[in-house]
């Protein structure tokens, strides 16, 4: 049974600084990685996929990559803004053949302070 | 434990048709998402409420509407449905706020897959 972990569960850096997101996965036959980004009271924002056949996904300043053997994915921020502030959950989502329940990391909630 | 139902798991549709899709959440959530799920884009919020009469647009809700009348349920309607809405659709409910201040997080139902002919 797929575990999704995420640490720190919660982070402040000042504006301005690079900072990585870290996510662990414990079965490394994962098929999707996904990292979301959810703001208080809101849905979740979806902001890079990398499919099982990638490494890294690049939106932005958002960087990702994929590390099945270490069973381990990164969310790289460069330069971050307070505006970046919010809860980022990563994330394996059911393959498209099956509607199992997404599995969801627990989460690291990152303040950018000014 | 939290139970989201979608009244259906697999719907064929028409070109053209109105549909409906409907989530029921048994916990007394106020949060209701629709999301859509497809290869290589992963899951992407529709529309979302956070209470009974209130919606907000997600990322793609161009070709649908939703309706929250009750508080349980959320629906989620096509107007005039295509065959670029065929996906499996995903709800979710949450509760706005835990003790530690963070949204709880999303509990989803088991998906419809529509497919649009």
Redesign the interface.
Same mark, same amino acid.
């Given at each position: 049974k797929q575990e999704v972990t995420q640490i720190p569960a919660a982070l402040s850096v000042p504006e301005g600084e690079n900072l990585v997101l870290n996510c662990s996965f414990t079965d490394s036959a994962i098929y999707n990685l996904q990292w979301f980004r959810q703001d208080p009271g809101k849905g979740l924002t979806s902001l890079l996929l990398i499919q099982s056949s990638q490494r890294e996904q690049t939106s932005g300043r958002l960087n990702a990559s994929l590390d099945k053997s270490s069973g381990r994915s990164t969310l790289y921020i460069a330069a971050s803004q307070p505006g970046d502030s919010a809860t980022y959950l990563c994330a394996e989502p059911p393959g498209y053949s099956s509607a199992s329940k997404i599995i969801f990391g627990s989460g690291t909630r990152l303040s950018i302070r000014p | 434990d939290v139970k989201v139902t979608q009244s259906s *798991?697999y719907l064929v549709k028409r070109t053209g048709e109105k549909v409906f899709l409907e989530c029921v959440q048994d916990m007394d959530h106020e949060?209701m !998402?629709w &999301?859509r %799920?497809? @290869? /290589? #884009? /992963?899951? $992407?919020?529709i529309y !979302?409420s &956070?209470d009974v009469k209130m919606k907000?647009k /997600?990322?793609i809700p161009e070709g649908y509407s939703v309706s929250r009348e009750k508080k349980e349920r959320f629906s989620l309607i096509l107007e005039s449905a295509s065959t670029n809405q065929t996906s499996?659709y #995903?709800c979710?409910s949450s509760s @706005?706020?835990a003790p530690t201040g $963070?949204?709880q997080? %999303?509990h989803?139902g088991? /998906?419809t *897959?529509l497919s649009i002919l």
């Open positions: - | *798991r949060n !998402f &999301y %799920q497809d @290869p /290589g #884009l /992963g899951l $992407r919020l !979302f &956070y907000e /997600g990322d499996m #995903l979710a @706005p706020l $963070r949204d997080p %999303q989803f088991d /998906g *897959r």
